[in-house]
């Protein structure tokens, strides 16, 4: 996901006493969660160096436990941690519902297309041009190309 809703009022209300450094961390943090689909997964120390705050775990401390929740998971006998977020999990929810409910849609537009055209084959149609005809005067006189190259000289040296 390349793209999240992002409502700075929330953000702002929820966030001014941060300090600079754990504002930057929230915000990458984030960002991870929607660029990845996923929560940020380790110890705290994992994290911060997955963010890129190797030196400032200390705040990445206190943003995970601050706005994020812990959930222990076992997987192939390894317990880690996923930092889960909620506003981040309806977002990450709502935009897996889009793109399902667009691939459903394509799917059955494409179908559709499909059984178009393979059903009756319609005939080709004809194509009519008209072309304009001229009527010709009776003072009309057609010019021979002596009297053209004429023409074109007299122009050329005027």
Request: with cysteine; glycine share 4%.
């Amino acid at each position: 996901m390349h793209y999240y809703p992002f409502a700075i009022g929330d953000y702002m209300a929820h966030t001014r006493h941060l300090s600079l450094l754990e504002d930057l961390a929230y915000r990458r943090l984030l960002d991870f969660y929607h660029l990845h689909e996923r929560p940020p997964i380790g110890t705290i120390s994992e994290v911060s160096r997955e963010i890129g705050f190797n030196d400032e775990v200390r705040s990445v401390k206190y943003i995970l436990n601050k706005f994020f929740t812990p959930a222990k998971i076992t997987y192939m006998g390894k317990v880690k941690i996923h930092w889960r977020h909620k506003r981040c999990e309806e977002t990450l929810t709502k935009y897996k519902a889009r793109i399902a409910s667009s691939k459903k849609g394509g799917k059955a537009s494409a179908a559709q297309r499909d059984l178009k055209s393979t059903s009756t084959p319609q005939p080709p149609t004809k194509t009519i041009t008209k072309t304009r005809t001229r009527t010709r005067t009776s003072n009309y006189k057609k010019k021979d190309k002596s009297e053209e190259n004429d023409e074109a000289l007299r122009k050329y040296i005027k």
